[in-house]
């Protein structure tokens, strides 16, 4: 049990890793850091690495150790058609099962959220973002969902900064949240269902933006770059 412990541990805080980015995508994972930060040999990182893997953060490299994965616009769209599903559902089943409790958490997580968006603390938006969606989803008490959540959105949460949050998406985003708390205080199921759903929808639209964007950017940096080799 003590070794099963030490592993998950381990797994989570490495799977984090991946997932705040600190990699750039299709960089060589580096193994030694790695260990010497979490004061392991190369076996166990290696074990962890496979499982990271398994869930699309990383890929393993025939002796030659792994690198960061790097996701397609077709991937990213799969991604958030999955999640997209899942919120759905999460709504529906949230709307009927939540309780007060939870509700009123949810309440709070939104004022604070609102008061980042006045502040324009992008950080603090995210971190409560991340706390509704979730706390949504924990109120369906749906095992199967709760796990099938979590590994995608640990995936989109590595690609979450790609989008470029301009004034009109932020506000577009605040509205929608307010459409979700309304729903759920109301016991929507259909509403909340389809708010989620729309939300993922657009947050989605927003990140391939962004995906496209810094690919046309790089292609004209390596276009420029080559003319004045060329010349």
């Known amino acids: 049990m003590a070794k099963e412990f030490v592993h998950n541990d381990l797994l989570g805080n490495l799977r984090e890793?991946?997932?705040?980015?600190?990699?750039?995508?299709?960089?060589?994972?580096?193994?030694?850091?790695?260990?010497?930060?979490?004061?392991?040999?190369?076996?166990?990182?290696?074990?962890?690495?496979?499982?990271?893997?398994?869930?699309?953060?990383?890929?393993?490299?025939?002796?030659?150790g792994a690198r960061v994965r790097e996701l397609s616009l077709e991937e990213v769209e799969g991604l958030f058609a999955v999640a997209g599903a899942l919120e759905a559902l999460a709504g529906e089943q949230a709307a009927a099962r939540v309780t007060d409790a939870q509700l009123a958490e949810i309440t709070a997580l939104h004022e604070r959220m609102r008061s980042a968006f006045a502040a324009r603390d992008m950080a603090s938006y995210y971190a409560l973002n991340r706390g509704i969606h979730e706390t949504i989803v924990?109120?369906?008490?749906?095992?199967?969902?709760?796990?099938?959540?979590?590994?995608?959105?640990?995936?989109?949460?590595?690609?979450?900064?790609?989008?470029?949050?301009?004034?009109?998406?932020?506000?577009?985003?605040?509205?929608?949240?307010?459409?979700?708390?309304?729903?759920?205080?109301?016991?929507?199921?259909?509403?909340?269902?389809?708010?989620?759903?729309?939300?993922?929808?657009?947050?989605?639209?927003a990140i391939l933006e962004g995906m496209k964007a810094t690919a046309d950017a790089a292609a004209g940096q390596a276009t420029g770059t080559q003319r004045r080799k060329a010349g």
Request: hydrophobic residues 40%; charged residues 25%; proline residues 7%.
């Open 17 to 64: 890793v991946f997932v705040q980015g600190e990699f750039p995508p299709g960089s060589k994972v580096p193994e030694a850091l790695l260990c010497e930060r979490f004061g392991i040999s190369r076996t166990p990182l290696r074990e962890a690495l496979k499982v990271l893997a398994a869930e699309g953060h990383v890929e393993l490299l025939p002796n030659r």
């Open 138 to 205: 924990q109120a369906t008490r749906n095992p199967v969902l709760l796990d099938q959540y979590a590994l995608i959105n640990a995936r989109i949460r590595r690609i979450r900064f790609n989008s470029p949050m301009t004034p009109e998406i932020w506000s577009r985003a605040m509205a929608e949240h307010e459409g979700m708390l309304n729903a759920l205080a109301r016991r929507d199921a259909a509403s909340l269902s389809g708010i989620l759903k729309t939300h993922l929808k657009h947050k989605c639209e």
